[in-house]
Each structure stands twice: as C-alpha cells, then as structure tokens.
C-alpha cells in the first residue's frame, strides 16, 4: 500500500495550477537552513492532503535538496555516500552525456543553478496570480528574518493563453501520456501501458524487477522520496515558425510539419491514427488519443517519423525493457506568450519541467543520452530529437514519405537549456527528520 501521508503530492496529484513560482536557496550553515525548514515543511501537502482539499485549495508547495543542499542541512557524511554516484555529481558534472555543450553547457546557466552553493528548491503553484503573489510576499517576509538563507534566483511560471488545456510556447498540447503508479488509485487510459510497480518512481516500494534495494540510509531519509531532474527550457518561438514557414508551403502543410516534428498535432491528437489531418475532437478524448502503438500501427515511421520527439521519448512497443525507463513528468511553462503574428520580441519564453524517478540513471539520464541525442537512434545515422536535442546546425530530420522520403538537413535550435539541477524528494517524515537533525535526541 502507497503512504500516501508521507509522499508529497508532485509525485501522485497534478493540481489545476495557472501559474507558479520556483525558487532556489542556499543555505549558509546548517541551523540556518533547518529553521528554515522546520517552518517551510508545515506548508507542504501530502498527497491524501491534496487528495482531499485540491477543489478548495489555492497553494500547492513542494521542496526538495541537491545533495550539496542535504549536507548543507547537516546530513552525516555516512548517510550521504549512500546516495547514487550521478546524484551526488550533480547535473553540472554529467552534462557531457546529458548533452549539455555549446550553448546548453552550464557554464552558460542563470539564476546560480550551476552552483554548488544550490542547495533546496521551493516549488509553488497556485491557482491564480493573486495567490502567487500573496505567497510569495509571506515567503519573503519569512526569508528576510532567516539571514542564514539566501535567494539565489526565482522563477515566475504562467500558463500560455487560451487556457482551454495545457499547452508549451510552440502550440503543442502537454499532459497527454503519463504512466500510472500500482497502488494509486489511477486507471490507465486505453494505451498508456499496465499499472507500473510503484519503486520506479518512489523510494522504499518494490520495482518492476523485484523489492527495493541499494536505498540511501537511514531509510526514514529515503522512505516514500524520489529524485527530481529539473529543465529549465528556452522555446525559440521566433525561430520555430519561421522554420515551418521556411520548409513548408501552405498553413496546412505547416501544422503537419509541426506534427511531424512531435509525432501529434498540435491539438494533441496522434498521428499514429489521425496521419493527414488535425482531430480536435480526438485530441481532447483521454479514451482514445493514447490507444495506439508503433510497431503494428507505424513500424516504418510513415505517420509518425522515427526520430520524432514523440516517439523518441516514449518508444512504446519499440523499446526493449520500457517499463524500467518511464517517468513522471510535472512542470509548467514560463514567460509571455507570443502572439502569432508578432516577430521574435528578445523576451525569453519556455518550460521549466520535473522529470520524477526512482533512478536518474536508468530513466532520465538514459533517456537524454540515447532516446534525445543518440544520433543514431533507429539507425537513423545523422539526427537528434528535433525539439530538445542538442542541435549543431549539421543534424538532419527525415520524413518517411512515398515514393521520396522528406530529408530536411541543417535543422535549427528550438529549444536551449537555461539551467538544471538533480533534487532529491524527502517524504513528509523525512522533512521533519532533516529539520530536527541538530537536536539532541
């Protein structure tokens, strides 16, 4: 049985958030960064707290450590060796094989999170501006009486307009394909796979190929925790429409090079069953827009091109051992929308998401360094994911087509990495236990 009492709710609830805030802290010593803590912890909700108040509710709160941050905290140099090797490097330090060179390289990060001064994030999001902006004021009172706890930078979220669902700075429609969790509560929809065991994404709980073993200690520490990769994304939203109008003809043509390029429209239908036209009406059916495969339906790539973003970051029936690389995957966008017919305005624009797992290096990291930027994933010889791989101008994207395949060569940069971070995610106990940690027992 999942705790839900001791789990935080970003792992198990998506809340109906419009907006947000992030903000990334150090911690000067420890006493200053666990009375921080002691106080910060009372406002994070569980996931049966949010389970049974999400209507009424305004405020959603998380917070969670670098491994920099937990000894920072006071966490003794025993318990800390026993986190992965990866989590303890730090995203900073893997980002050769997350892909992070040339302008993704964190020599080039903001907001300090190339630090190793980053210590904790606090993850809120609200219901609406007004109550963004209440929380962060009472947050910025508290930071101004904790002097051993600095800011090093924040980051306000909103949801890009309309809001009729959930959608990036390019158009395409997010929160569509998310595994579900055994024990949840959840139903999968048609095509979204069995119920995964519940240790591929929560510490302490049996994984798809057996009980959970190799946990940091002491296991009140890791209990119902979970690791967090954090992407803060820049969208080239200029950039991005001028390459559809530069490399196809009508309106038309345009939506279905953009589609070809995610592996669904833009209203979020698949083209695995919609191939030549925009359905909304299928976009918006959770019953049937996940109800398809790739290698009965599309095993040449005819719908949806091998190398799309889609297909690269959830294989399906294609990928050996898929059910130990899902991952979870919360976040929001960040910075104004730019309407269609306005010119690249300079103002940065893009998501800031979390991807959840129980193993950095078998689900996240994996999937950076073979499914988005492995150049020959498929044997496909020359090409990245075309939306977040790391693009040199050299890359190539190649549309399956009759009787001529489609090969579009010198592809652009959509997207650029502006920061990054590895995060564990304490249970509820576990935040008590790393406030308390300097009391006498």
Known sequence: MLEFDDIQHILLTRVPALTGRYEFLSFRNAAGGRAWLSVIREKVQSASEVRASVEREKRWVTVAFTWNGLRALGVDETSLATFP???RQGMVARGEMLGDTGANHPGNWVGGLASPSLHAIVILFAGDEAERERCVVEHNKFIAQCRDVEVLSSLDLAAVPPFIYAHDHFGYRDRLSQPVIEGSGEVPTPGSGAPLKAGEFILGYSDESGPPANLPQPEILSRNGSYMAYRR???HVGRFREFLRQNAGTPEEQELLAAKLMGRWRSGAPLVLSPNKDDPILAA?????????????DPQGYAVPLGSH?????PRDTA???NRRRMIRRGATYGPHLPEDSPEDGVER???AFVICASLIRQFEFAQNVWANDRNFHELGNERDP???NQDGTLEFKIPKRPIRKKITGLPVFTTVRGGAYFFLPGIKALRYLATLGDVR
């Open 320 to 322: 050996a051992n898929i």
């Open 350 to 352: 893009g998501i800031a």
């Open 285 to 297: 059916d959770p019953q049937r827009n996940n109800d398809f495969n790739y290698k009965e339906m």
């Open 387 to 389: 939306v977040i791989g």
């Open 310 to 314: 889609a297909r690269r970051m959830n």
């Open 85 to 87: 090797e990866e989590f």
């Open 233 to 235: 994304l820049q969208e």
